[in-house]
Nanobody, 127 residues
């Protein structure tokens, strides 16, 4: 049974930093593309950052230069380092794994299917 469990959220002042963690079980992290998503009240869920199994990373425009996605394969853990936090970063943050393994990135545009989701961790940034 696949599980991904987020942790590390909390309350932080604007300009501060947090590091979110996502521990995966039932899958080998290095085999899957992984993503961090967030959803604020009344807003649609958005992709914050992703990392493919070939190591390529992507970031949402609003977090580029401030957030960094990484993973520790020995610990089967995904991270999101968030720096220079702003009030607009306040949201529930979710970790998700692409269910399509293996994936041939040479076959065309990458179209992930994030089918494994965690319960989320709340990040609140006070201004």
């Amino acid at each position: 049974q696949v599980q991904v469990v987020e942790s590390g959220g909390g309350l932080v002042q604007a300009g501060g930093s947090l590091r979110l963690s996502c521990i995966a079980s039932g899958l080998t992290l290095n085999d899957h593309a992984m993503g961090w998503f967030r959803q604020a009240p009344g807003q649609e869920r958005e992709l914050v950052a992703s990392i493919r199994s070939d190591g390529r990373t992507t970031y949402g425009d609003s977090v580029k230069g401030r957030f960094t996605i990484s993973q520790n394969n020995e610990k089967n853990t995904l991270y999101l380092q968030m720096n220079s936090l702003k009030s607009e970063d306040t949201a529930e943050y979710y970790c998700a794994a692409d269910i399509r393994v293996p994936y041939d990135y040479c076959s065309g545009p990458w179209r992930p299917d994030f089918g494994y989701w965690g319960q989320g961790t709340q990040v609140t940034v006070s201004s």
